[in-house]
């Protein structure tokens, strides 16, 4: 990929950035200070147990070093907005959500490059193509607060200082989110389809059950701190819905010729969509069935 290439995909991952921050305001900051016991379990299980078991997992589990990478770089990035929006349709605490996605974004800029140095040394065979890249956590750093770090706080200044350009912008940029990731998948895919065909079955075993490893962990750690349910929702779908756009941003800049991580990535990107939905469609059946139960038990 050519540097007018990658400056112009960063250029859209910051922007994607820019757009999650000026929707944020200082209520959602202050809510998590108010409540932080939800956002605080979501932070954790996102930052600390996901990266820790898919290192585990991909220490027990034999795969191609790439595709281990590909997974630990996925596990150590953020939750995107459309966790807010599948959050909101499934009747979880939205307001939550919102708020955990914009500090989560936060401490990416740090935590992401960090995490995924950290457990990638960790390991003999990724360490060994880690040295073969020859990429150091400080690269790292530098692509994720240029594109993470300063969007999200001119985001928050300008949501602050223009209110009014924010809400009315607001709904554009959430169809700038999702298209930029539709955009960065289908670049992965075109770039590689042909591994991606001759692997995909290997490739979606790998992401769907990654994937469910987030979620499910997303959901008990909620479950076990006693979360109501509206919180474990926002929580389950926050953990389980990465930000799949920064990790192949990353992979673009850094990671070209591993084409196994940018596959498992836009993988990601595509599955985590189509489980998000469906565990949606999943709670809403739930309460539907709850709500007639609760009816005829009136009657």
């Given amino acids: 990929m050519s540097a007018t290439s990658l400056v112009i995909l960063n250029a859209v991952l910051a922007l994607m950035m820019f757009g999650i921050a000026l929707s944020l305001k200082a209520e959602d900051f202050k809510r998590v200070a108010q409540k932080p016991k939800g956002p605080l379990v979501g932070l954790v299980a996102q930052f600390v147990l996901l990266p820790a078991l898919t ?12 595709i281990a990478l590909g997974l630990l770089l996925v596990s150590c990035c953020p939750g995107g907005s459309f966790s807010n929006l599948m959050t909101y349709l499934a009747n979880g605490n ?3 959500s919102v708020s955990m996605t914009g500090i ?7 935590l992401t490059p960090l995490n ?3 457990y990638a040394s960790m390991n003999a065979h990724t360490d060994a193509l880690l040295k073969t890249i020859d990429v150091s956590t400080w690269d790292m750093l530098a692509i994720v607060v240029l594109v993470l770090a300063i969007p999200l706080t001119i985001g928050l200044i300008c949501g602050r200082r223009f209110p009014t350009f924010a809400a009315k912008t607001e709904q554009f940029f959430r169809v700038i989110s999702l298209t930029a990731l539709l955009g960065f998948v289908a670049i992965a895919l075109i770039l590689n389809w042909d591994q991606f065909i001759a692997g995909a079955s290997i490739y979606l075993l790998f992401v769907v059950a990654h994937n469910a490893l987030a979620l499910t962990l997303g959901w008990a750690s909620a479950r076990t701190l006693g979360l109501p349910k509206a919180d474990r929702r926002a929580v389950s779908l926050e953990v389980g819905l990465q930000n799949s756009g920064l990790g192949l941003g990353i992979i673009f800049t850094y990671f070209a010729a591993q084409t196994d991580m940018a596959i498992i990535a836009a993988a990601w990107g595509i599955w985590h969509l189509i489980s998000g939905l469906s565990l949606t469609f999943f709670w809403q059946w739930l309460d539907r069935r709850q709500l007639n139960s609760a009816g005829t038990v009136a009657k």
């Fill in 104 to 110: 989560a974004s936060l401490l990416a800029s740090v």
């Fill in 94 to 96: 939205t307001a939550m």
């Fill in 55 to 66: 290192f585990v997992a991909i220490s027990l589990i034999s795969m191609p070093a790439e």
């Fill in 116 to 118: 995924f140095m950290f």
